[in-house]
């Protein structure tokens, strides 16, 4: 069975500094990962997938296959960046006929003035 | 925002009620899910559907449980209802066999919190 682990529940750093989340994972197929956040008062969304090798706000993450890992990182904080940010992993069913998300547990960061 | 509702957005119901909440969405996507949302356990899968009259059990179904009997309404019922179900409940969709570049993503809807006394 997949499992996703974030192992910082609180993540708390200041204006300009840099930013790391940190995401492990555990799956038998070849992994889609994701990274979803929750600002105060909004509904999750996406903030960038493996997959697509973007940069979204200033945020990237690179999967490492050998440490299954996705850390989420970002060069400067800013104060807008506090929310709530989960990693997320896709597993297909062995019929790949549906699929998944298995979310870790979330990392609440703060980004102090 | 994707075009997905919640109703009702907020309820306070008391233990051994029933209660359903309905999650609309209009975007013809195929897959639709219910999620809870708690402190220390982030989202946990409750079920999902992945077309009409077709669901599945998530990681913590035992509970609830759901129906979908048309594309744009997934339902989520909690037959009997516990102080252990208070929570932040969430819907959401996605189309995997999309041709769009968003084919895999989740959109979520803006949640339900739900308070069983």
């Known amino acids: 069975a997949q499992r996703v682990t974030q192992p910082e529940k609180l993540l708390s750093v200041f204006k300009g500094a840099p930013v790391e989340l940190k995401c492990n994972y555990s799956y038998s197929g070849s992994p889609e990962l994701f990274w979803y956040v929750q600002y105060s008062r909004q509904r999750l969304q996406l903030l960038l997938r493996?997959?697509s090798r973007e940069s979204i706000k200033g945020f990237t993450a690179d999967l490492n296959k050998g440490e299954t890992s996705f850390h989420l990182k970002k060069p400067f904080a800013q104060e807008e960046d506090s929310a709530m940010y989960y990693c997320?992993?896709?597993?297909?069913?062995?019929?790949?006929?549906?699929?998944?998300?298995?979310f870790g547990k979330g990392t609440l960061l703060t980004v102090n003035p | 925002d994707a075009g997905i509702t919640q109703s009702p957005r907020h309820k306070v119901t008391e233990t051994g009620t029933p209660v359903t909440l309905r999650c609309h969405q209009t975007?013809?996507?195929?897959?639709m899910y219910w999620y809870r949302q708690d402190p220390g356990h982030g989202l946990r899968l409750i079920h999902y559907?992945?077309?009409?009259?077709?669901?599945d059990k998530g990681e913590v179904s035992d509970g609830y449980s759901v129906s979908r009997s048309k594309t744009e309404d997934f339902l989520l019922t909690l037959e009997s209802a516990t102080s252990s179900q208070t929570s932040v409940y969430f819907c959401?969709?996605?189309?995997?066999?999309?041709?769009?570049?968003?084919?895999?993503?989740?959109?979520f809807g803006p949640g339900t919190r739900l308070t069983v006394l």
């Open positions: 559907s992945y077309g009409v009259k077709d669901t």
């Open positions: 997320a992993l896709l597993a297909w069913n062995s019929g790949g006929s549906n699929y998944k998300l298995t």
């Open positions: 959401a969709i996605s189309d995997p066999f999309s041709d769009s570049s968003s084919y895999n993503e989740q959109f």
């Open positions: 975007e013809n996507h195929r897959y």
């Open positions: 493996h997959i």
